[in-house]
């Protein structure tokens, strides 16, 4: 859950100083995504009256003057998607509770959705290289 709160504020003060249209858009469903996975975690521990984390969307400045590249920015975010994919994944394996296995399930199919957004960009801007993929069997086996 705390980099989810993480990842949120970063995805609020990254939509703020982006330069592409497309990246602020990334980034603001990236926020929104976090956000509602905040929400369906802190659903849980507040119903076993366990602390909720805080968040950090206070200490995101006002500055609309990026420090960083786009590239760097959505680097940085896509690490923390995958990192948060193994936690998740991590989470669901050891859960014995049948609420947390669907949470956790729902969590690991959104991230991966916003995943492909993410690394859709990432090739698009020649900032990511696309992985080798297999040979198309059928096509190539078309009379021609």
Request: net charge positive; proline share 4%; no cysteine.
């Amino acid at each position: 859950m705390k980099k989810k709160i993480l990842g949120k504020a970063l995805s609020i003060g990254f939509s703020q100083v982006t330069q592409s249209s497309e990246v602020r858009k990334f980034f603001k469903s990236a926020q929104k995504t976090s956000d509602e996975q905040i929400q369906s975690l802190g659903k849980i521990l507040h119903q076993d009256n366990l602390p909720i984390p805080m968040s950090w969307e206070s200490e995101v400045t006002d500055s609309t003057e990026s420090p960083f590249s786009d590239k760097l920015m959505l680097y940085h975010t896509g690490f923390l998607l995958q990192t948060a994919q193994n936690y998740h994944g991590a989470g669901l394996a050891s859960a014995m509770r049948s609420d947390l296995a669907m949470t956790y399930e729902k969590i690991i199919l959104k991230n991966l959705s916003v995943t492909k957004q993410w690394f859709n960009i990432m090739t698009k801007n020649k900032w990511l290289e696309q992985p080798p993929l297999a040979p198309n069997r059928k096509e190539l086996a078309k009379d021609k």
